[in-house]
C-alpha cells in the first residue's frame, strides 16, 4: 500500500430541483459576473439554460454565456472563452453540461489566470498558478470531471488530444439533479456509464499496492454500475438508477476508487484519446472499443488482479486455472458492453483504421506519454500498434 493524498474539495448538492441553489452557491463562493459555458445545444432545448438563467436574473447576478462546447472540445473555443471573460471581467465560471463543457470551462479558468499560451499546460510544458472558480451542473454521468482534477483539451491542428490535470481546477460545487440525465440518447447514457467504469477499472488493474478497503468500493462501484447501466438501457427515466450511476460516476474519478495504489494504469484511456482526438468518436464507445484488446495483451503480467475482478466483479466460477478465469472475466464484461450496445472494437465503433493510421496513433500516443506509461503492464510504442491492431 502507497501513502496518498486525498483532496476532494467540491461541494456537491445532489437531488430533484438542485439547479435552483444555483446562484446562492455563487455567491458562496464569491462569484459577482459569471461566464455560462456550455455545449451544443441540448441545455437550450431542455429549457434548463433558461430555468439557471431566471435563478441568476432572480437574483441579481449578471452573467454572459458562452455555447458551443463540443464533444472532445476543442482549444479554438477555449480561447474564445478566455477572450470573453478578460472583456467581461467574468469571475466565476458556470458549466451547464457534461464533460465537454466542463473541461472547456476548466481549460478557460486556466487561461484568464495565467501569462501565456494555455496549450502549454496540455503540452506538459509548463503547470497552471491558478484556476478561475468554477461551479458545474451536470447533464450527463459519465466523466467525473465534476470532482475531478483533470481537463482534456484537443488542439484542432494535428487533432492532439491532451489531458491536464491540477488541483487548482476542481469544481467549487457541483448540483447534479438525476432529473437532469434523463433526456440523454441511450447511447450517451451507455458511453457514460462505460467511462465510469473504466475510471475504476484504470486504477484497479495495477500492480503497485493496493488495499482491500479500496478494492472493496471499486468492486461495489462496477457491480452497481453495471446493474443500473441494464437498467436504463430498457427504462431510461428511471429515476433512482440515474441517481446511483450520477453518484457513481462522480466517485469513480474524484480519487476514491484509487486511494493506496500505484496512481492506476491509465492506458485504455491513452489509447482511446488518440481515437478521439483522429476520429472524433464519443469517449465511453472509445473505452470499449478498446479495452478488450488492452486486457488480452496485459492479462498474463497482472493476472492476480483480473482473476479477482473475474470473481467479485463479473461472478465468474472460480474453476479452472487463474488464466481461464481471467479470460472468462474478460469475456464477461464485453458481453456487458454488447447487452448496453457499446462497441467491443473498432469495426464496431465504425472505424476501419490504414495501417499508416495505427502507427500514427501508437506514435502520437508513447509520444503524449513521454515514451511508456501502464501498470497492469508497462507499454511502449510497439505495444501501443499491436492493442490498435488486435481491436480492428
Ligand atoms: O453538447 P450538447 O448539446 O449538450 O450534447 C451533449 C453531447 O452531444 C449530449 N448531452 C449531454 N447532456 C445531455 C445531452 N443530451 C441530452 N440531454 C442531456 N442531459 O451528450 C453528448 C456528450 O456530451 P459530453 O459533454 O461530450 O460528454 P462527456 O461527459 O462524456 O464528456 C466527454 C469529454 O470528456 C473527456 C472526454 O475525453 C471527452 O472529451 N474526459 C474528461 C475527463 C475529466 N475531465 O476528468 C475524464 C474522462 O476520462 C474523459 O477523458
Ligand atoms: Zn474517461
Not at 478488450?292 to 498474463?300: H, I, M, P
Not at 483480473?306 to 474453476?319: D, Y
Request: charged residues 20%.
Amino acid at each position: 500500500m502507497f501513502a496518498f493524498n486525498y483532496y476532494t474539495p467540491t461541494q456537491v448538492v445532489f437531488g430533484r430541483d438542485t439547479e435552483l441553489k444555483v446562484a446562492e452557491l455563487i455567491r458562496q463562493f464569491g462569484g459577482t459576473k459569471v461566464l455560462i459555458h456550455y455545449g451544443g445545444g441540448s441545455v437550450v432545448r431542455s429549457g434548463l439554460l433558461k430555468r439557471v438563467t431566471d435563478v441568476l436574473d432572480a437574483a441579481g447576478i449578471d452573467y454572459v454565456t458562452l455555447g458551443g462546447a463540443v464533444p472532445n472540445p476543442r482549444l479554438s473555443l477555449v480561447y474564445q472563452g478566455i477572450e470573453l471573460c478578460k472583456r467581461e471581467k467574468v469571475d466565476f465560471l458556470l458549466a451547464v453540461g457534461g464533460g465537454s463543457a466542463i473541461d472547456s470551462a476548466k481549460a478557460i479558468g486556466y487561461g484568464v489566470t495565467n501569462e501565456g499560451d494555455v496549450w502549454d499546460f496540455y503540452d506538459y510544458k509548463r503547470k497552471a498558478t491558478a484556476c478561475l472558480p468554477l461551479g458545474v451542473i451536470l447533464t450527463i454521468a459519465a466523466t467525473g470531471s465534476e470532482m475531478s482534477d483533470s481537463s482534456v483539451i484537443t488542439k484542432e491542428e494535428g487533432l492532439i488530444k491532451r489531458g491536464y490535470s491540477s488541483d487548482l481546477g476542481r469544481p467549487r460545487f457541483a448540483i447534479m439533479n438525476p432529473e437532469l440525465t434523463m433526456t440523454l440518447p441511450d447511447y450517451q447514457t451507455a458511453c457514460g456509464c462505460t467511462d465510469i467504469l473504466m475510471h475504476t477499472m484504470e486504477r484497479y488493474f495495477t500492480n503497485g499496492g493496493n488495499m482491500e478497503i479500496t478494492d472493496s468500493i471499486a468492486e461495489g462501484l462496477l457491480r452497481t454500475v453495471m446493474v443500473n447501466a441494464e437498467i436504463l438501457a430498457k427504462d431510461p427515466k428511471n429515476y433512482d438508477a440515474r441517481a446511483e450511476v450520477m453518484w457513481a460516476g462522480s466517485l469513480s474519478h474524484n480519487g476514491l476508487t484509487g486511494c493506496g495504489n500505484d496512481g492506476g494504469d491509465w492506458m485504455t484511456h491513452k489509447l482511446e484519446h488518440e481515437l478521439g482526438g483522429l476520429y472524433d468518436v464519443a469517449h465511453g464507445a472509445g473505452l470499449a472499443a478498446i479495452w478488450g484488446s488492452w486486457a488480452r495483451y496485459v492479462c498474463q503480467s497482472c493476472l492476480p488482479r483480473f482473476r479477482r475482478f473475474a470473481v467479485n466483479v463479473m461472478g465468474v466460477e472460480p474453476v479452472g486455472t487463474d488464466e481461464a478465469i481471467a479470460l472468462r472475466g474478460i469475456e464477461a464484461l464485453e458481453a456487458f458492453f454488447r447487452r448496453i450496445h457499446m462497441p467491443t472494437n473498432l469495426r464496431e465503433l465504425g472505424l476501419n483504421p490504414t495501417e499508416q493510421e495505427l502507427t500514427d496513433m501508437a506514435h502520437k500516443c508513447a509520444v503524449g506519454v513521454n515514451g511508456g506509461k501502464g501498470s497492469a503492464r508497462m507499454l511502449y510504442e510497439a505495444d501501443m500498434l499491436a492493442i490498435f491492431r488486435a481491436s480492428l
